[in-house]
């Protein structure tokens, strides 16, 4: 949430100053974002279905509300995909491949309407054939068949996948304890002004003495009496 509302402060200032500047108003305005305000922003059709039917969406875990089939499922080498097969198309793609023609040419699952309420059926259906592949044929399969699915990435998985290091997401940064360390880059990317990590988190205290004394004015008898009393 507060990556969220960091990103949407400087979407809004950009509309600002966009605004002041380039439509010719000369004014600035003040930016009113809550943190939570971000989230709720980004829960879909929450209130609307509230609003229309009374509907009261509550967890639903992996699933996504009003898509059938769809979950994650776990392979033969215990890793976990998504599967996504809401569309008609993607319905009947996805059972024919796993060998259930029956169920791809029913009029009983003909339309997605018709899937909803059946999704546990369905999803129970498709789990047996996704555990008896590993994750890579899963996936392989699936998507040679024109199926949406994707791997659950790890850790592991996100440092080793080209993408992330094609778009160079994954950084390395000196820590003076940890050593050479992995991390996350800067996003977004500005091309003009590209934003760079030069350290990693400093230490407690670490900058006592350029705070306090560089910029604060106080010498070393100040800062040791401080640091005697517990302040700093």
Not at 47 to 53: E, G, L, R
Request: with cysteine; hydrophobic share 45%; aromatic share 8%.
């Amino acid at each position: 949430a507060d990556y969220g509302t960091g990103l949407m402060s400087a979407f809004a200032t950009l509309v600002a100053i966009f605004n002041r500047d380039s439509a010719g108003t000369g004014k600035g305005q003040e930016i009113d974002l809550a943190l939570y305000e971000t989230i709720f922003r980004l829960a879909g059709p929450l209130v609307a279905n509230f609003s229309h039917s009374g509907q009261i969406r509550e967890r639903s875990g992996n699933r996504v509300p009003g898509i059938a089939p769809g979950d994650q499922f776990e392979t033969a080498d215990g890793r976990w995909i998504v599967i996504h097969a809401g569309a008609d198309h993607h319905f009947r793609r996805l059972f024919e491949l796993i060998g259930l023609p029956e169920f791809a040419n029913s009029p009983e699952f003909a339309t997605l309407p018709q899937r909803v309420p059946a999704l546990d059926q369905l999803n129970a259906a498709i789990a047996p054939w996704v555990k008896e592949r590993d994750c890579a044929r899963a996936i392989d399969e699936l998507v040679n068949a024109g199926v949406p699915a994707a791997s659950v990435f790890n850790a592991q998985d996100i440092v080793a996948d080209p993408h992330f290091a094609a778009r160079e997401m994954i950084i390395d940064v000196d820590d003076p304890v940890a050593g050479r360390i992995k991390q996350q880059a800067p996003v977004p990317k500005l091309s003009r002004t590209p934003g760079q990590i030069y350290a990693t988190a400093p230490g407690i205290g670490e900058h006592n003495r350029e705070v306090y004394g560089d910029w604060l004015g106080l010498d070393d008898a100040a800062l040791a009496g401080l640091r005697a009393e517990g302040v700093i």
